[in-house]
């Protein structure tokens, strides 16, 4: 039995044991790094401020702002707003009154995990400023060295960043100094607080040795009472302000006595009564009269903002500082606007500070009936000139002029009558003290004349004497001016190069104005100017001059601007003139080039008909012709050639050649063919080709029906030989019989495309070319054809399964060292294809993902790699994009394919590698794989063992129990 009891107590412990992996390898997951120390927010938060993040005090050291995302919001009843998320957020009228928060979230690539939070105080109005603490270390912030340390009241809630270290609330732009603004709160900085008497005494152990000391704790505060003197309530040590942070003076010289000086709030205006007499009904621009405030404590105080008065208004004071046993001057007067009747108006006005101290003013007036006076005051506008204009122009803007109701009794005033001016928004009736504006201006299409009016301002009730508004204006006879001409451009015929003549034109110009107008005329020179044949032309009066271009200029084109331009206004109008001299050329054209005057049989007695070509000059020079000659074929005539045998043949005009074949030529197994020739002293190629046959053999019959040719594949080379068309063809001549004959194909001419992939259908004509030896004297047609068909393209179609991946083996384990740099190809399905055509499909490589990480592929062998420092199971995916071929390019068209292969990483003592090769650095980054991983402290240190152990101990365990409960039974 004890023996089983010592079986027992060793499996208990053997089972404690196996639990050790999971305390010893617990920790964040992927051996993420927590994200620590405390965001700070730099600025201080009043409207028209800029509030920046701070990332000083935020762990691990170094990082930079591009490293988080941001987020600026406030609170608007149950919604959260969010305002900004940049690294910074400028306070708008709107966030008035509001806390703004900021959120700090690491970016993946930082490894971090976490985020950071930070609120601001309360948005004062714009124009507060942050008030510099008054004792303790400069700047210190709350929570630091040399800083009080604010304990909340019981029952108070804090609000904490996910930070535990305490910061200054913010940091004022321009320093480097953190300071908690007086009178704004800063309790969102304060984390885990410890019980009163324990945070007094550590700061006292901190700050041993400096002038800074540490508020008594609430407990120990001495109760005092609360004097008044005077109209001056002063507080105590006792009574806790607004404010978060009191910094003052230890007065104690003991460094041991941790006791602090006991503070006291108080204040006192001077004097304490204000009496503004009497004011009449409409009282305006009252005098302010000055008290004087006194800070009669031994604690600076800041002083509040003095609103919702009746009768009085206090300059503003809001957020200003007033140091012990300082005054400052502030200015009280009554409220304009208020309308007060007739009696004695009388009002306390109460001097706040954040931190509870007061004091009181007593201010008061008396209202008296006022006398009716109606009054009008012109403030501005009284004398308005217009300047001038000319005759037709727009009239000027209106001018404003503004007047005022400078009496106590209500006033209208009534629309002054004007023949020149316009008024715009009378009538008009005034309140007392009520200023308006309206407007006057000149009435449009005014003659000429000078309009200078005074406009009477008539009022009721009426005034005397009556105001008047001087108005001064001149609208002047307008000058014109202006000139017409006949044309814009004057364009002149085109000349041969050596043109001896030319063509004039005129050019009229016609005074379209009211003046006289004095002309000038101007060019460059390629263009002789006539000379005007006046200069000075009254209204609709003309002038004239000639343009001609000049003789011998160059080939081209020959542009020139012919100015012309009135002295006495400086208007300007240019003429452009176009003239062309083209080059001399000599060309001609014949036509028909070839004649054939077909054959004869041997013997013949009768020449075939005589045939013509013509010879045009499409030059533009003078061609000299020689009369052609006859050969010992052909006769040639040709007429109008003078007795040298000369003819001058002029651009455009044709000469006619007339050729015949000549009586007994003889059997010639080739045709007689002739160039016949027209000589020239142009070194002009003139000629007409002359084809004769003498036949011997006479061709009676020609098979022409060359059958089909069917079934070609799609592409085959538009040749004779490529589309398999037949060389010869049978022929029958009635001397010789049946006669091979070659026939000549016109491949070129038929409608095949060989580089279409549909299939086509089409003709092929030839002609049948007789032997030499044989004659046609028949006539019959030597032409042939034949159809012909080709196949349509049979596409070459790629599949995806086709698409694969090497390099890295699917399920396969990688061991590594410190990293591993792991190598693929990418093989796309049908990228071998180098010659493709309109239908072809084939699948390529585009881009990878590992991880979470990937590229597209930049080579193209798509090949890539990337390098692996964790442990894990990986995923690598390739994304094959499907393409088809339209006859020019690969286009995207379908569905694309994904392929991948999964494979593990393992950490190895040893640097081999199954595929590492040899160690090369990679400009890939480090994949961070987006599958959760085991949680590890990064000790690699095996637990196969200790999960074996566990395993074992359940085991025995459940063993033991089973036998000891059958042992019972």
Not at 461 to 479: F, G, M, Q, R
Not at 541 to 550: H, I, R
Not at 764 to 786: A, D, E, H, K, R
């Amino acid at each position: 039995m004890k023996r089983k009891r010592i079986i027992a107590v060793f499996m208990t412990i053997v089972l404690i044991l196996s639990f050790l992996p999971a305390v010893t390898f617990a920790a964040s997951e992927g051996g993420a790094q927590a994200l620590g120390g405390e965001l700070r927010i730099k600025g201080f938060p009043a409207v028209g401020n800029k509030l920046e993040a701070d990332l000083s005090a935020v762990t691990p050291a170094g990082l930079t702002k591009d490293k988080f995302t941001y987020t600026w919001t406030k609170q608007e009843g149950a919604q959260t707003k969010t305002l900004s998320s940049a690294d910074s957020y400028t306070l708008a009228a709107a966030d008035e009154g509001a806390v703004i928060k900021l959120t700090a979230v690491p970016k993946p690539e930082t490894g971090l995990t976490g985020q950071l939070v930070k609120e601001s105080g309360k948005v004062n109005k714009q124009g507060v400023t942050p008030t510099p603490a008054p004792t303790g270390t400069p700047g210190a912030a709350a929570g630091s060295p040399g800083a009080p340390t604010v304990t909340p009241a019981a029952g108070e809630t804090q609000q904490s960043s996910v930070t535990p270290t305490p910061q200054a609330a913010y940091e004022p732009e321009g320093t480097g100094n953190s300071s908690v603004p007086t009178g704004q709160s800063d309790t969102e900085n304060v984390t885990n607080p410890e019980p009163e008497n324990t945070q007094s005494q550590e700061s006292n152990q901190g700050n041993e040795g400096t002038n800074s000391s540490i508020p008594a704790p609430a407990a120990e505060q001495p109760k005092t009472e609360e004097p008044v003197v005077g109209n001056t309530v002063q507080g105590t040590e006792g009574t806790q302000p607004s404010s978060d942070v009191f910094p003052y003076q230890n007065t104690n010289e003991d460094e041991n006595n941790t006791q602090p000086e006991k503070k006291t709030f108080g204040m006192e205006a001077e004097p304490g009564e204000l009496d503004f007499g009497k004011l009449e009904e409409g009282y305006k621009d009252v005098p302010a009269k000055s008290v004087t405030l006194k800070n009669t404590g031994n604690v600076d105080l800041t002083l509040n903002s003095v609103t919702s008065l009746s009768y009085f208004e206090v300059e503003e004071i809001g957020g200003t500082l007033l140091k012990a046993g300082e005054s400052k001057s502030v200015k009280i007067k009554p409220r304009e606007g208020k309308k007060a009747k007739e009696g004695s108006y009388k009002e306390t006005i109460e001097i706040t500070t954040v931190d509870n101290a007061q004091a009181t003013v007593t201010a008061s007036f008396q209202v008296t009936e006022e006398e009716e006076k109606p009054g009008l005051t012109i403030v501005s506008g009284k004398s308005l000139d217009f300047g001038k204009t000319e005759e037709g122009e727009t009239a000027p803007k209106a001018q404003e002029v503004t007047i005022e109701n400078s009496g106590n009794v209500e006033i209208s005033v009534k629309k002054p009558e004007s023949d020149a001016y316009e008024i715009s928004g009378l009538p008009k009736t005034l309140d007392k003290g009520e200023k308006y504006t309206f407007t006057v201006r000149p009435k449009s299409n005014l003659s000429p004349d000078n309009y200078s009016e005074s406009l009477v301002l008539t009022t009721s009730p009426e005034l005397d004497p009556k105001l008047s508004i001087s108005c001064k204006y001149k609208v002047e006879t307008k000058k014109v001016y202006d000139f017409e001409v006949t044309s814009r451009d004057m364009k002149f015929p085109n000349a041969v190069e050596g043109y001896t003549s030319v063509e004039t034109q005129e050019m009229v110009i016609t005074n379209t104005g009211n003046q006289e107008l004095d002309l000038s005329l101007s060019n460059r020179g390629d263009f002789i100017i006539g000379k005007l044949s006046r200069s000075k032309i009254g209204p609709n009066e003309s002038a004239s001059f000639t343009v001609t271009p000049k003789i011998g200029l160059g080939q081209g084109l020959h542009e020139d601007t012919i100015k012309i331009k009135d002295k006495n206004s400086g208007k300007e109008v240019p003429i452009l003139a176009y003239f062309t001299v083209d080059a001399q050329t000599f060309k001609v054209s014949v036509s028909p080039r070839y004649l054939d005057f077909g054959s004869k049989l041997v013997g013949y007695t009768e020449s075939p008909a005589a045939q013509s070509f013509r010879v045009t000059n499409t030059g533009t020079g003078t061609l000299t012709l020689k009369k052609p000659a006859s050969t010992d074929v052909f006769q040639v005539t040709a007429e109008g050639f003078d007795a040298e045998g000369l003819k001058q043949l002029k651009p455009g005009e044709s000469l006619t050649v007339t050729v015949q074949p000549k009586l007994g030529m003889g059997y010639n197994k080739d045709a007689y063919v002739q160039a016949i020739t027209v000589q020239n002293n142009n070194d002009l190629k003139i000629e007409s080709q002359a084809a004769f046959r003498v036949n011997k053999a006479t061709l009676i019959g020609v098979n022409t029906n060359m059958g089909a040719i069917e079934g070609l594949p799609n592409g085959s080379p538009k040749t004779a030989e490529g589309l398999k068309l037949p060389k010869t063809t049978t022929i029958y001549v009635k001397e010789l019989g049946k006669v091979s004959a070659s026939i000549s194909w016109n491949v070129e001419g038929c409608d095949y495309d060989p580089s279409s992939t549909r299939d086509q259908k089409f003709t092929v004509y030839g002609t049948i070319l007789l032997p030499s030896n044989v004659g046609n004297p028949y006539q019959l047609s030597l032409s042939t054809w034949v159809e012909v068909s080709v196949k349509a393209y049979d596409a070459k179609v790629a599949k995806a399964s086709d698409n694969r991946i090497e390099g890295i083996e699917n399920g396969a384990t990688y061991k590594m060292d410190k990293s591993i740099t792991m190598k693929f190809k990418a093989i796309g399905a049908g990228m071998t294809n180098t010659s493709p055509r309109k239908g072809d499909v084939r699948y390529l490589p585009y881009d990878w993902k590992v991880g979470g990480y990937g590229e597209k592929f930049d080579n193209s062998d798509y090949e890539d790699s990337f390098k692996v420092t964790k442990a894990n199971k990986y995923t690598l995916k390739v994304n094959f994009i499907r393409q088809e071929y339209n006859g020019e390019q690969w286009v995207k068209k379908g569905e694309s394919d994904t392929k991948k292969v999964e494979f593990i990483i393992k950490s190895s003592d040893t640097k081999s590698s199954k595929n590492t090769g040899k160690a090369t650095a990679t400009k890939k980054p480090t994949p961070t794989p987006k599958t959760k991983s085991a949680v590890n402290t990064g000790d690699e240190t095996p637990i196969g063992a200790w999960v074996a152990v566990f395993v074992v101990a359940v085991g025995c365990i459940a063993g033991i129990l089973i036998y000891q409960t059958k042992k019972r039974k």
